[in-house]
């Protein structure tokens, strides 16, 4: 409905992940348009100004994050103004970040019109004062989070796709319930009690994942992942572990290493980010693990982007060792070099 040849789409995705096909599309999702290009608009665009004005005159920024029907409406409003050509997607979020594992187990959240953050203190988490890290039924952001999903995929519902809530496990989690600092030195004195809070932390993850999976997958089991925008006929997620570009390699084969292969295997198919130059120096690692399927890196600001000659041999090497790969932030006159440069099978490319 809202965009054409979703089968010949889906196609081009199986190809991608088996190494065969690649996928050309654009970060921001869509190509933006004042004029409403969905089918029937009348049925579809929901009025939220007035309520957004509230939020704004109120300050009450976490209804705009965790108002399921408000969410999905927002979303709609913003998916009826984009322009879907190619391996471009029509989509909606329906989560507010990639470690809402964090609230979950006790970390405080805070809301903003540009973003969301999290703090610690409050109920600090550390060997001499330790908790189990359990993810209960009845908690507050697990059940927010599913009435999202819920929300959303019923408003997506043959119209677009709904994206897969990125929970995010591992040390990215542990380091807003402990802190940065104070972890980064756990990880020297406390190396045992780190490692089980990440085998905590791994059972809540997969808890989270299987619950949202049943309630977003499509009658053919395929689901989403609205960060990084990937589509997968099975169990798919996002994997990361952003905390990485601050410890050595081998500290990144001790700690992060097992819990990732754990969720890979767990996984039909699994993308990890590498986030930032710092992080490189996991890469041969991550090449090690079997399970996981494709590797994305996000150069940052400080370094030349995805499009960049310099990465090519990055590229090869991730491709070389049996994985897809995603490149990001590749201005539109590179994709061509790219391509030509490191071949098309396995590839996904966001100009």
């Not at 976490?62 to 009826?80: G, M």
């Not at 994997?239 to 819990?259: G, K, N, Y």
């Amino acid at each position: 409905m809202w965009k054409e040849q979703w089968e010949q789409l889906q196609e081009r995705f199986d190809a991608f992940w088996q190494r065969k096909g690649h996928i050309v599309s654009m970060w921001n999702g869509y190509v933006q348009t004042d004029q409403v290009t969905c089918p029937n608009p009348e049925k579809h665009l929901v009025d939220i100004a007035e309520r957004m004005r509230a939020i704004e005159r109120s300050g009450a920024w976490e209804q705009f994050y965790t108002d399921a029907e408000l969410v999905a409406s927002h979303q709609r409003n913003a998916i009826c103004h984009g322009h879907y050509p190619g391996d471009f997607i029509p989509f909606a979020y329906c989560d507010w970040g990639t470690v809402t594992l964090a609230p979950m187990l006790g970390a405080q959240q805070h809301f903003s019109k540009e973003t969301v953050w999290y703090t610690h203190e409050q109920t600090a988490l550390s060997p001499e004062d330790d908790r189990p890290l359990i993810l209960h039924d009845d908690d507050r952001w697990f059940t927010t989070l599913q009435d999202l999903a819920r929300v959303g995929t019923a408003w997506a519902k043959g119209k677009y796709l709904c994206g897969l809530p990125a929970v995010c496990g591992g040390l990215d989690v542990l380091a807003e319930l402990r802190g940065t600092s104070e972890l980064c030195m756990d990880l020297v004195l406390e190396p045992d009690w780190v490692k089980q809070k990440l085998q905590e932390i791994d059972a809540v993850n997969r808890k989270a994942y299987n619950t949202l999976y049943e309630i977003m997958r499509e009658e053919d089991g395929s689901v989403f992942h609205a960060f990084f925008m990937f589509w997968a006929r099975g169990r798919a997620a996002l994997i990361q572990c952003d905390f990485a570009a601050l410890i050595s390699e081998e500290m990144f084969r001790e700690f992060a290493v097992p819990w990732i292969r754990a969720e890979a295997s767990r996984l039909d198919y699994s993308l990890y980010h590498v986030d930032g130059p710092d992080a490189l120096r996991t890469v041969d690692a991550l090449l090690e693990i079997e399970e996981l399927d494709c590797i994305e890196f996000t150069p940052g600001p400080q370094v030349p982007q995805g499009g960049d000659e310099q990465w090519y041999p990055l590229y090869r090497k991730i491709k070389e060792a049996g994985k897809c790969v995603q490149v990001v932030q590749v201005q539109p006159n590179e994709v061509e070099s790219l391509l030509n440069a490191i071949g098309t099978d396995g590839v996904y490319v966001m100009f």
